[in-house]
């Protein structure tokens, strides 16, 4: 078992998370730049996908002390299901969850272990989906590509393309992206470049959420 964390973490599923959600605190003041411009931000750490994230939880959570730490994941389908499996992390570590997370997400103290724990589950908590349909949620209203995009991608999915229907979302998004001044960004280059929405509301209650568990003012 590794040591104890030296610095709080928000461990997310793959490069794609980290780089968009950096991105996007980054927009709301958070500026990490190269490296964190502060010791109080915590580190991105990636996992290599939800099942290595949820197995490694609950050891984390024991070696977070006294820091905070994260834990940012895909709801997918059925979102129910996947509350459970984090549920019955939190509770091994002395937590006891809500039936459903809360819509500006989980935060909870781990009096046990001395520590403070957070679950964003993508979308927003409240659907199934990943962070390709957060993202999509931060496309301006206004924007009519996107609705095409979703045509297109049905279409072509009736023509014979092979993407399978969970990643939908994803092949939806990877076309909106394409249509745009520099297309085929990666996430976090995008979110850079302010393609998205960075101040709708669920972009800023993503926020509040990051800022409230690692006590950012």
């Not at 793959?14 to 958070?30: F, R, Y």
Request: charged share 25%; hydrophobic share 35%.
């Amino acid at each position: 078992m590794p040591g104890k964390m030296d610095r709080p973490e928000i461990r997310v599923e793959g490069e794609n998370d980290l780089h968009s959600l950096k991105h996007l605190v980054g927009k709301h003041g958070l500026d990490y730049g190269d490296k964190p411009a502060s010791v109080s931000y915590p580190e991105f750490v990636t996992t290599g996908g939800v099942n290595a994230l949820l197995d490694g939880m609950v050891d984390a959570i024991k070696l977070s002390t006294p820091h905070p730490i994260g834990f940012v994941l895909d709801a997918d389908t059925p979102m129910a299901s996947r509350w459970n499996q984090v549920s019955k992390m939190l509770i091994e570590v002395g937590v006891s969850p809500p039936s459903t997370p809360p819509l500006i997400g989980l935060i909870e103290d781990v009096p046990k272990f001395k520590t403070r724990v957070g679950i964003w589950l993508m979308p927003d908590n409240q659907r199934d989906g990943k962070i390709e349909d957060f993202l999509q949620m931060l496309i301006a209203e206004d924007d009519s590509l996107i609705d095409l995009a979703k045509e297109s991608s049905t279409e072509a999915k009736s023509k014979g393309a092979t993407f399978p229907d969970k990643d939908q979302p994803k092949a939806v998004l990877n076309t909106w992206l394409a249509w745009q001044e520099e297309p085929g960004e990666p996430y976090g280059r995008a979110v850079a470049k302010r393609y998205f929405d960075h101040d709708i509301e669920l972009a800023t209650r993503f926020v509040t959420w990051f800022k409230q568990l690692y006590g950012i003012t």
